[in-house]
């Protein structure tokens, strides 16, 4: 997959939920490894503020981004349209404080998106594989988040107010093509009795019964309403019966529980680097999200400080087993060093060797202390990239490779029976003439045990 910026520039105006100022965003195209930026161009030196999850300030009803003097709130449902919408690299410039809640929802930066339209990058778009738990507490609160190992990027939340009204609601994300369709319509939502608190924090001075969901959990009288109608300045608020402020018509009948994911979509951009995991989230709220975001970014660039280990499953079917390495090699027991190729393409290749107490070299080897010998270590490295060269040709049983040089070489830790050994292999440089320089590095579990450059040569085999 490559990186994504958008064709055209585009523009959106509409109030702040809390500040309830006018705001003009206009989203650019951006180049490659621009990442989501915000610039408020209303301040002096027009200062650019990154959608990075370190930089977020608060979190009250919504998600604050700051960096020196410039600030930008409530972003969460416009990185949601963003990520939902496969976009990597945008510059949205703002004269204002707050993101505009439009109608409270995505789906309105959804389809200012697509009317950009998508613009592919030359560069190749890093996706993080979770390899790992990540877990996420917050005992007081009653939030749990836990992000696992996926092959695709998925979320599942629950929420549990203790509301008649609402009930326990859950929402699944199964893949983010489905995002706009079932999630970016889903409305913000407050209770009744937040409101007041609201509103003495002077928050949602843009509030609108257009624009958010006001869930009603309790009886209220005239007095009450008299206060609602002068607040949102709509002489007709009523509540029939316990349920929604003037009896909105929900777009989902799990409406809040939808936002909460859409929600979940957008602060989790904050982590900067797309990544496949399944989420799972409990009554998850914008600090959990942000505290999560911070947990998962930390995890990735910790791995991204390691050197970049395959990593292998052994229940995924390998590209080649031992039956086709025997196709294509020559060698056969007890010299056939490698088990499986799990991963190969023009530039690399990754294959296995599981060392078992009954390799015929323990025999002789440190008797009573079995160390597998570092040359055949390199010997399988060279066997395993030896697969990758002979696939640059038409008929790789017909052509043998051979060393002609081994530079380098580094033997880092001890490879005993019960290890498995997974050996990477790297073009140098293209293979010219039938010369092939690699790099090759050996690791058992996350550690590094040899390592080699390699230089071998293709050449047909002829008949003895």
């Known amino acids: 997959m490559f990186q994504n910026t958008i064709k055209n520039s585009v523009s959106i105006s509409g109030v702040g939920l809390h500040t309830g100022q006018q705001v003009t965003l206009t989203f650019l ?16 030196g027009e200062p650019i503020i990154p959608a990075d999850a370190d930089l977020v300030t608060t979190v009250a009803r919504g998600t604050t981004l700051e960096k020196g003097k410039g600030i930008i709130t409530t972003v969460e449902h416009c990185l949601a349209a963003i990520t939902a919408s496969m976009i990597d690299n945008v510059l949205i410039q703002s004269n204002g404080m707050e993101i505009p809640i439009l109608d409270g929802s995505s789906r309105p930066f959804i389809d ?30 009653g939030v749990e988040m836990l992000a696992m190992p996926s092959d695709h990027f998925k979320i599942t939340a629950l929420i549990d107010y203790k509301s008649p009204t609402l009930g326990q609601q859950h929402a699944s994300l199964e893949k983010l093509s489905d995002f706009k369709e079932q999630f970016s319509q889903a409305r913000t939502f407050c209770f009744l009795h937040e409101l007041e608190m609201l509103l003495e924090a002077n928050l949602i001075k843009g509030g609108d019964l257009d624009n958010a969901i006001v ?6 009288n005239e007095n009450e309403i008299s206060k609602l109608s002068k607040l949102f300045n709509k002489p007709d608020i009523k509540v029939v019966k ?27 951009t904050l982590v900067g680097t797309p990544f496949k995991a399944h989420i799972i989230a409990t009554r998850p709220g914008h600090k959990s999200n942000v505290e999560f975001a911070k947990k998962i970014k930390a995890h990735i660039k910790s791995l991204k400080n390691k050197v970049d280990v395959p990593f292998y499953d052994p229940n995924k079917k390998p590209v080649y087993n031992i039956q086709d390495i025997e196709k294509m090699l020559p060698h056969r027991y007890p010299f056939l060093l490698i088990d499986k190729i799990i991963e190969m393409n023009e530039k690399s290749i990754v294959g296995i060797k599981n060392v ?5 070299f323990f025999t002789g080897h440190f008797p009573g202390n079995p160390v597998m010998p570092g040359v055949l270590q390199v010997e399988a490295m060279a066997q395993t990239g030896g697969i990758l060269a002979l696939n640059t040709v038409e008929d790789p049983a017909s052509y043998d490779t051979y060393f002609l040089k081994i530079d380098k070489v ?23 003439r039938g ?4 790099r090759g590095t050996a690791f058992v579990g996350e550690n590094i045990v040899t390592e080699a450059e390699l230089f071998a040569g293709i050449y047909k085999r002829t008949n003895v």
């Open 356 to 360: 078992t107490y009954n390799e015929p």
């Open 29 to 44: 195209p951006a180049p490659a490894n621009h990442g989501i930026k915000f610039q408020r161009i209303d301040l002096e």
């Open 112 to 141: 200012l998106l697509e009317t950009a339209g998508v613009e592919q990058l030359n560069v190749e778009r890093e996706i993080f594989d979770l390899r790992t738990n990540i877990h996420y507490i917050d005992e007081e609160n």
């Open 242 to 268: 316990e349920g929604i402020l003037n009896n909105v018509e929900l777009r989902f009948p799990n409406e809040p529980a939808r936002h909460k994911l859409l929600d979940i979509v957008g602060d989790l």
């Open 215 to 220: 869930v009603v959990d309790r009886e209220i």
């Open 435 to 438: 010369i092939c320089e690699m």
């Open 410 to 432: 580094k033997f880092r830790q001890k490879v005993v029976p019960g290890d498995t050994i997974i050996f990477k292999l790297e073009l140098m440089s293209p293979i010219r």
